[in-house]
């Protein structure tokens, strides 16, 4: 699934093209199943720039409205000079940018990503629901102290993933996230010392920004960026899909099931 750091690279790179004057909206058969309300009176309208909250971009159209995209587990926007031609194109956005024509495309095999097309109001009250952006200035250590003890009986990983609290993590994010701290996904919270809280805030930095910088995290048959490349976060992983740590380099990586997600963990780096 993307996270925080393939989405910010996605983000990065469609705003090179902002901004977009739409000239046409094209949907696929099966389109319905991700794009929840119409997109209607989009020609003529202009994407003027592109922002991101969580896992969701923010697409700002001069009328007032937003659109807003979660990719779900398999989604992503691309960018070209000509019409797009994959199997899983569901959305194709014609625009301009200057004296040049783009095609914005929406590509998701699975089909879990959501889009709306919201006002002003209904926009806000959606991005509500998430916490604080992992990179944003709210993101303060008071508040992720705050935000990781309110469920005291949880392990810590399941809250990590809470987006209601901490809007951009993911499955990777989490594990690596609580390795590089140095504590075990599945410790209670409650069991928790400051000095681990401390930890796991910085280690948040370490793992979003490493990964942001090299273009995000591809897995076998996972996440493209615009352009259809793949990114190489993997080589910042120290134990999620990892056969050993690398950390300290020897130890065989474990791997267990929390809140149904597969969870990584090093036994002699983690406690």
């Known amino acids: 699934m993307p996270e925080l750091p393939e989405v910010q690279t996605i983000r990065d790179q469609l705003s090179a093209y902002m901004p977009l004057k739409i000239s046409s909206v094209k949907l696929s058969d099966v389109a319905e199943s991700i794009v929840h309300t119409p997109l209607v009176k989009l020609r003529g309208q202009v994407i003027e720039r592109i922002w991101r909250k969580g896992k969701m971009l923010v697409f700002e159209i001069s009328d007032g409205r937003k659109i807003l995209s979660h990719l779900g587990m398999t989604g992503s926007w691309r960018i070209s000079s000509s019409p797009l031609k994959e199997k899983h194109n569901h959305i194709q956005i014609k625009g301009s940018c200057g004296e040049e024509t783009f095609y914005l495309s929406y590509v998701d095999p699975r089909r879990f990503g959501h889009l709306y097309l919201f006002g002003e109001e209904d926009a806000q009250k959606k991005l509500a629901e998430l916490g604080a952006d992992l990179k944003s200035p709210e993101f303060t250590f008071e508040y992720f102290r705050d935000a990781l003890v309110k469920y005291p ?52 930095d370490v793992v979003v920004s490493g990964a942001t910088e090299s273009g995000g995290t591809t897995f076998q048959g996972g996440y493209a960026d615009v352009n259809g490349d793949k990114g190489k976060g993997v080589q910042h992983l120290v134990v999620f899909y990892q056969k050993s740590c690398q950390m300290c380099g020897v130890t065989p990586v474990k791997k267990i099931t929390l809140a149904q997600r597969g969870t990584y963990y090093c036994p002699k780096c983690q406690k």
């Open 153 to 204: 009986q949880r392990f810590i990983k399941v809250s990590l993933l809470d987006q209601s609290l901490f809007a951009g993590t993911g499955n990777y994010i989490a594990n690596e996230i609580c390795a590089r701290a140095y504590v075990r996904p599945d410790r209670k919270i409650k069991s928790l010392k400051e000095a681990e809280i401390v930890a796991l805030y910085h280690a948040v």
